[in-house]
């Protein structure tokens, strides 16, 4: 299949494009800058250089395409993070890039199209499973234009192809993850990125899982899936598992009010207990993580971490 990628430099998009070529796809891959275009030529991808805000070179990019995957984002470094113009570019890329590469992808005849999206949307369950008919959050906040974004891509279905949402818990592990260095950094001083209470439920997956995912989304029906690994952890036990991987002290979690102070009403999202279930997505497409939970897949990243080391 013809494949149109953004976000091919980002931690997923690394994993995904050989297992894309390997699979047999020809891909196309949104780069901007030279090294990055270089990597990706080495990978078996054809680097392309577009503006993802212009909709006429978007249009004209995507002519061919079989399948549009949109996975660019830009999440901003820590310290950034706490200030709503950081995330603007982000937001952009979920808004006004899924609109332009929907356009463009009804234009050029595609078939499919796969977008990223987040698991924070979901509102508190305790300790109930969460599907995606779940209810989300009352005030979305920072995380709207998640949402904005989901819904713009689905308008992909109405010309006759399929759109394959894939709600993403939070990313750890791979190759280059900036969050893996930043939650080592932050572990000296026995400090997190993760917020809320060590009893409540979060979701997560490994950025390799994350990448054999949005492979495993061109066979899905139109639809919005979650994407985490089987096993949810509490976030106390998710502190333990990276701790026990790289031989640290286990880190504290962020208070939830210093989250709400620093994030809005969207923090809600950030600390709620969300035990979300994948159950849905490998039922229609057969793909299962090869981490099921975060105490493997964090002592999988540290071995190999070890390794290049070593």
Known sequence: MKTFLTGATGVVGRSLVPRLVAAGHDVRAVSRRDDAAAALTAAGAEPVCVDLFDPGAVTDAVVGSEAVLHLATNVPPLRKAARPKGWAMHDRLRVDATRNLVVAAIAGGASHFVKESVTFVYADAGDEWIDERAALIPDLGRLAPAVEGEQLALEFAASGGTVAILRFGLFYGGVNNRGTLDALKLARIRRSTIAGSPDAYMASIHCDDAATAVLAALGAETGVYNVVDDTPLRRGDYLDAFATAFEVATP???????????????????????????????????????????????????????????
Do not use: C, H
């Open 252 to 310: 504290k979690p962020t208070p939830g009010r210093l989250m709400k102070l620093g994030a809005g009403p969207g923090a809600a999202g950030m600390i709620a207990s969300q035990r979300v279930s994948n159950a849905s997505f490998r039922s229609i497409t057969g793909w299962a993580p090869s981490y099921p939970d975060a105490r493997i897949g964090w002592a999988a990243e540290a071995a190999s971490r070890q390794d290049i080391t070593s």
